[in-house]
Each structure stands twice: as structure tokens, then as C-alpha cells.
């Protein structure tokens, strides 16, 4: 019996050790997300997906356990941010764990022309889950952003609530702004709008499949979402018109960084190399862009910490034919060919990184 009890002590310790270890590597990932470049630029578009909804906001309530990612992008617009539902608010931003009492009476202090924008993480999410959440908002106007591959925005708002292109563009040239703006490389509105999927009724009809997971590249195949909600009517016709042909072209290059995956996703290295790094020289900040070349540096280390030096140069090789003119990828894959054994490739490698970090390059200029 005793010997029964010792085992069965030992056995709850085993699984003390396994849910600490899963716990802290969890806390580690999710704490290297949040400091990652890419991360932060996701949040940033975040944000600004409801600001650009209503550009003239000045009181934003903060609802969800992962808010405090956020908040701090409001305050640096220039919004007033609160956490508790007292008073009128223009905007109501959701993300991370909310309960249903807090849900309810949030939306009871956002002003009648006020946005809702609601933080979708689409990890492991079914359509028929997506779709649901879609319905579920109780609002005339519903749409849909894609900051990231799997962080996405709704907002929801009375339909003739059409904010003004002269508001969301003046929205842009706010000094307290600038760093973040400038930090996510978006610091143009036609650059948010890469994030702009379409209207509810867009998205619907892009899942077939109820049980299929949700996807970036359900759109991919679809028309380039209309902006026709926009009030345009106090802007110079030519102004006008080269901001709105600016948004179609960068949506259609999210498009193109999309079909990069699809490429990726069927292991054809080569073409989705070459996808990427077409929609690159059009927008070098496209956050769906910025997480793929994030990732494939993180896939980079892990291959070199498993002795995988080959496959850790597919990953550098990549990453340098998107963006040519950074030094670090291609000194990386100098240092797996010198693994390798490969000396003359990597010698040239390595003249060709410290030509880029010194801008002597023929392409620069330089002698």
C-alpha cells in the first residue's frame, strides 16, 4: 500500500513538473510574440482599423484581458482611454477574454455613432465559428480587417456612419502618432487599407466549408473589397481619386502576399519567394509580409539549433531574394554555407552583406 502511495506521489509530481514546463514555455512564446517587430505592427494596424472607421474619436473604452497591448497606441493619437462603461464613448475596442455583463453594458455607452471593433484571434478557428461571430454583431455595418495572418479586426457601426476622407487622412498626421505609425511602416492611410477585407456580407460567402479552418487565403480569390462607404465629397476630386487608387493598388498587393503563401503552404519555395518579394517593392510594410519574413528567421534559428544548416539557408535565401537590400539575411546564409562546407559560396556571400551594410554595392553607387 505504501508503495502504491509513493507511486501515485510520484506521479502527480511528474505532472506538476510537465503543466510548469508547458506554462512557462507558453509565457515565453507569447512574451517573444509581444515583442516582436511583427507583433507590434499587427497591433498597430489594429488600432488604427478602428480609428480610421471614426476618425474624429476622443474617448476609446478598453474591454478584454489584452487591451493593455493596445491602449497605449489610443493615448499616443491622442484619445482619451478608459476601462470601466461610464459615460459615452466613441469607440469600443474588444480583445482577449470580455464576460457577456461587460459586453452588454459596453454596448450601451458607445455613442450612436460610435465604431465596436472587436480583436478576432483566428488560430485554429472553424467558419462556421468565424461566421457566427460575424452574425452575432448587432450592428448595420460590420467589417472586416486583417492586421495579421490570424489577427484579425471587426467593426461594426450604423451604416450611414461614413466617415470623412479628409478626417481619417488628417488622422495620419498626428505628431503623437508618428512613431508608431512609422515603426509599422504605415504611415499612409492607403497603407491601413492593405488591411481592409470587405463588409460582412463580402465574407460570408468566402466559407463553403463549415468545419474548414479560416484562412487568409478564403480572399485571395476575391474581388477587391469597394470603399464606396467613405465620404469623399470634401476632397479635391484628384486627391481623391489617387487615395482610392492607392488603397485598390495595396490591397491588391496583400493579395499578392497572400497567393505567396498558398505557395509556401505547397512547399514551392522558389515561387513564393519570388511572389513576396514582387508585393515587397510595393509595400515593404505590409504586416502579413512583415510576420511571413519574421517567421521564416525564426524557422532560421530553430533549423541551426537542430544542426539543419541547409534548411536554415532556404529560409536566409528567401528572406534576401524579398528584401534584397538588407545585409542580415544574406550574412546568415554565408554562415550556413560556411557549415556547409560551400567556402566560395559563402566568401562571396559575405562580400556581397558587408557591400550591402556599407552601401558600396555597384547597385548603391559605390566604387
Same mark, same amino acid.
Given at each position: 500500500?505504501? +508503495?502504491?502511495?509513493?507511486?501515485?506521489?510520484?506521479?502527480?509530481m511528474?505532472?506538476?513538473?510537465?503543466?510548469? $514546463? =508547458?506554462?512557462?514555455l507558453?509565457?515565453?512564446?507569447?512574451?517573444?510574440r =509581444?515583442?516582436?517587430?511583427?507583433f507590434?505592427?499587427?497591433?498597430?494596424?489594429s488600432?488604427?482599423?478602428?480609428?480610421?472607421?471614426?476618425?474624429?474619436?476622443?474617448?476609446?473604452l478598453?474591454?478584454?484581458?489584452?487591451?493593455?497591448?493596445?491602449? /497605449?497606441?489610443f493615448?499616443?493619437?491622442?484619445?482619451?482611454?478608459?476601462?470601466?462603461?461610464?459615460?459615452?464613448?466613441?469607440?469600443v475596442?474588444?480583445?482577449?477574454?470580455?464576460?457577456?455583463?461587460?459586453?452588454?453594458?459596453?454596448? +450601451?455607452?458607445?455613442?450612436?455613432? /460610435?465604431?465596436?471593433?472587436?480583436c478576432?484571434?483566428?488560430?485554429?478557428?472553424?467558419a462556421?465559428?468565424?461566421?457566427?461571430?460575424?452574425?452575432?454583431?448587432?450592428?448595420? $455595418?460590420?467589417?472586416?480587417?486583417?492586421?495579421?495572418?490570424?489577427?484579425?479586426?471587426?467593426?461594426?457601426?450604423?451604416?450611414d456612419?461614413?466617415?470623412?476622407?479628409? #478626417?481619417?487622412?488628417?488622422?495620419?498626421?498626428r505628431?503623437?502618432?508618428?512613431?508608431?505609425?512609422?515603426?509599422?511602416?504605415?504611415?499612409?492611410?492607403?497603407?491601413?487599407?492593405?488591411?481592409?477585407?470587405?463588409?460582412?456580407?463580402?465574407?460570408l460567402?468566402?466559407?463553403?466549408?463549415?468545419?474548414?479552418?479560416?484562412?487568409?487565403e478564403?480572399?485571395?480569390?476575391?474581388?477587391?473589397?469597394?470603399?464606396?462607404?467613405i465620404?469623399?465629397?470634401?476632397? #479635391?476630386?484628384?486627391? =481623391?481619386?489617387?487615395?482610392?487608387?492607392?488603397?485598390?493598388?495595396?490591397?491588391?498587393?496583400?493579395?499578392?502576399?497572400?497567393?505567396?503563401d498558398?505557395?509556401?503552404?505547397?512547399?514551392?519555395e522558389? !515561387?513564393?519567394?519570388?511572389v513576396?518579394?514582387?508585393?515587397?517593392?510595393?509595400?515593404?510594410?505590409?504586416?502579413?509580409?512583415?510576420?511571413?519574413l519574421?517567421?521564416?528567421?525564426v524557422?532560421?534559428?530553430?533549423?541551426? !539549433?537542430?544542426? !539543419?544548416?541547409?534548411?536554415?539557408?532556404?529560409?536566409y535565401?528567401?528572406?534576401a531574394?524579398v528584401?534584397?537590400? #538588407?545585409?542580415?539575411?544574406?550574412?546568415?546564409?554565408?554562415?550556413?554555407?560556411?557549415?556547409?562546407?560551400?567556402?566560395?559560396?559563402?566568401?562571396?556571400?559575405?562580400k556581397?552583406?558587408?557591400?550591402?551594410?556599407?552601401?558600396?554595392?555597384?547597385?548603391?553607387?559605390?566604387k
Amino acid at each position: 500500500m505504501k +508503495k502504491i502511495v509513493l507511486v501515485g506521489m510520484a506521479a502527480i509530481m511528474v505532472l506538476i513538473v510537465v503543466v510548469a $514546463c =508547458r506554462c512557462l514555455l507558453s509565457g515565453v512564446e507569447d512574451s517573444r510574440r =509581444r515583442e516582436s517587430k511583427a507583433f507590434r505592427c499587427v497591433r498597430t494596424v489594429s488600432v488604427y482599423a478602428a480609428l480610421v472607421e471614426n476618425p474624429t474619436a476622443a474617448r476609446v473604452l478598453v474591454l478584454g484581458d489584452t487591451v493593455g497591448d493596445y491602449s /497605449g497606441f489610443f493615448e499616443h493619437a491622442g484619445l482619451v482611454c478608459e476601462t470601466e462603461p461610464k459615460g459615452e464613448f466613441d469607440i469600443v475596442f474588444v480583445s482577449g477574454n470580455v464576460s457577456p455583463r461587460m459586453v452588454k453594458a459596453a454596448r +450601451k455607452v458607445l455613442a450612436p455613432d /460610435g465604431a465596436w471593433a472587436e480583436c478576432i484571434d483566428a488560430r485554429e478557428m472553424k467558419a462556421s465559428v468565424f461566421k457566427t461571430r460575424l452574425q452575432a454583431l448587432p450592428y448595420e $455595418c460590420v467589417h472586416v480587417w486583417m492586421p495579421g495572418e490570424k489577427d484579425w479586426v471587426l467593426v461594426g457601426r450604423k451604416a450611414d456612419a461614413r466617415p470623412r476622407l479628409e #478626417d481619417m487622412m488628417d488622422l495620419f498626421a498626428r505628431e503623437g502618432a508618428f512613431d508608431d505609425l512609422a515603426v509599422a511602416q504605415c504611415n499612409t492611410l492607403p497603407v491601413a487599407f492593405a488591411s481592409y477585407a470587405g463588409t460582412r456580407e463580402d465574407m460570408l460567402p468566402a466559407f463553403s466549408g463549415e468545419d474548414a479552418l479560416v484562412e487568409p487565403e478564403n480572399f485571395v480569390t476575391r474581388e477587391v473589397a469597394p470603399v464606396d462607404w467613405i465620404d469623399c465629397d470634401a476632397v #479635391d476630386a484628384d486627391i =481623391r481619386d489617387g487615395a482610392l487608387r492607392e488603397m485598390r493598388s495595396m490591397q491588391i498587393v496583400r493579395r499578392i502576399v497572400l497567393v505567396g503563401d498558398m505557395q509556401a503552404g505547397r512547399h514551392d519555395e522558389e !515561387k513564393s519567394a519570388e511572389v513576396w518579394a514582387r508585393a515587397a517593392l510595393r509595400n515593404p510594410g505590409d504586416t502579413i509580409l512583415v510576420e511571413r519574413l519574421e517567421r521564416l528567421s525564426v524557422n532560421a534559428q530553430a533549423f541551426l !539549433k537542430l544542426g !539543419k544548416a541547409a534548411m536554415a539557408a532556404r529560409c536566409y535565401d528567401t528572406m534576401a531574394q524579398v528584401r534584397p537590400d #538588407d545585409p542580415m539575411p544574406v550574412y546568415n546564409y554565408a554562415l550556413c554555407m560556411q557549415q556547409l562546407g560551400k567556402a566560395d559560396i559563402a566568401e562571396l556571400a559575405f562580400k556581397r552583406a558587408k557591400e550591402l551594410s556599407t552601401g558600396t554595392s555597384q547597385e548603391g553607387g559605390g566604387k
